[in-house]
């Protein structure tokens, strides 16, 4: 059972590249959310999308895009990093968004260096 | 401003001992509340959750208490395992604009043998 995959796993960019961070999880759950942790501040919600076919913004989405490509794949996009956006990034899946009774489910993460 | 509060970066306790983790929340909309267990290298996973219809909920080892007029929360944990090592974080849920999971900073439980 995979459940949330997430690639890379590791990256290291230079400051002004561009990076996608993929996701895709196999449990047909129809929400799915990107969140970055750093440290001291728990994890923080960058995107998420509800349902196939929308999306939309968390607590921090300056500086990111996201894209649902379909119902398993959901990425993350940096199209100029910037060091701030070093950090540990999680994609997680749910059955239905803003059911509290149905918890998320995480990927292992992909630890991202912008130097 | 942080809505959930997890105000003990890390806890020590002895093996077959209790842990005790705290979460207090400022926001009244938040109905549901769940504690996720992250070892290094991994993604957080589920371990409990309680809604605010309920002041208890109980899993084996691991039991979360509610007590909503004072916005607080706990995880009990008995006995406590070296196994149990790992960084807990609070999370909570609620209606309208906070319907998303807010998480708290998390702490680092050490379950020394």
Same mark, same amino acid.
């Given at each position: 059972?995979? /459940?949330?995959?997430?690639?890379?796993?590791?990256?290291v960019l230079?400051?002004?590249?561009?990076?996608?961070?993929?996701?895709?999880?196999?449990?047909?759950h129809n929400?799915? !959310?990107? !969140?970055?942790?750093?440290?001291?501040?728990?994890?923080?919600?960058?995107? !998420?999308?509800?349902?196939? /076919?929308?999306?939309?913004?968390?607590?921090?989405?300056? /500086?990111?895009?996201?894209?649902?490509?379909?119902?398993?794949?959901?990425?993350?996009?940096?199209?100029?990093?910037?060091?701030?956006?070093?950090?540990? !990034?999680?994609?997680?899946?749910?059955?239905?968004? /803003?059911?509290?009774?149905?918890?998320?489910?995480?990927?292992?993460?992909?630890?991202?260096?912008?130097? | 401003?942080? +809505?959930?509060?997890?105000?003990?970066?890390?806890?020590?306790? +002895?093996?077959?001992?209790?842990?005790?983790?705290?979460?207090?929340?400022?926001?009244?909309?938040?109905?549901?509340?769940?504690?996720?267990?992250?070892?290094?290298?991994?993604?957080?996973?589920?371990?409990?959750?309680?809604?605010?219809?309920?002041?208890?909920?109980?899993?084996?080892?691991?039991?979360?208490?509610?007590?909503?007029?004072?916005?607080?929360?706990?995880?009990?944990?008995?006995?406590?395992?070296?196994?149990?090592?790992?960084?807990?974080?609070?999370?909570?849920?609620?209606?309208?604009?906070?319907?998303?999971?807010?998480?708290?900073s998390g702490?680092?439980?050490?379950?020394?043998?």
């Open positions: 059972n995979a /459940g949330v995959t997430q690639t890379p796993k590791f990256q230079k400051t002004g590249q561009s990076m996608t961070l993929q996701c895709a999880q196999d449990m047909n929400s799915m !959310y990107w !969140y970055r942790q750093d440290p001291g501040m728990g994890l923080r919600l960058i995107y !998420y999308s509800a349902s196939e /076919g929308t999306t939309d913004k968390g607590e921090v989405p300056n /500086g990111y895009n996201v894209s649902r490509l379909n119902k398993r794949e959901f990425s993350l996009r940096l199209e100029s990093a910037a060091p701030s956006q070093t950090s540990v !990034y999680f994609c997680a899946s749910s059955e239905m968004a /803003g059911a509290g009774d149905q918890p998320q489910h995480f990927g292992d993460g992909t630890r991202l260096s912008i130097l | 401003d942080q +809505q959930v509060k997890q105000n003990s970066p890390s806890l020590s306790v +002895q093996e077959g001992r209790i842990s005790i983790l705290n979460c207090d929340y400022t926001n009244s909309m938040f109905d549901y509340f769940l504690w996720y267990k992250k070892y290094p290298a991994e993604g957080p996973t589920f371990l409990i959750s309680i809604s605010s219809i309920k002041d208890k909920n109980e899993d084996g080892r691991f039991t979360v208490f509610l007590n909503k007029s004072a916005k607080h929360l706990s995880l009990h944990i008995v006995p406590s395992q070296p196994g149990d090592s790992a960084v807990y974080f609070c999370a909570a849920s609620g209606t309208g604009s906070a319907r998303q999971l807010t998480f708290g702490t680092q439980l050490t379950v020394l043998p």
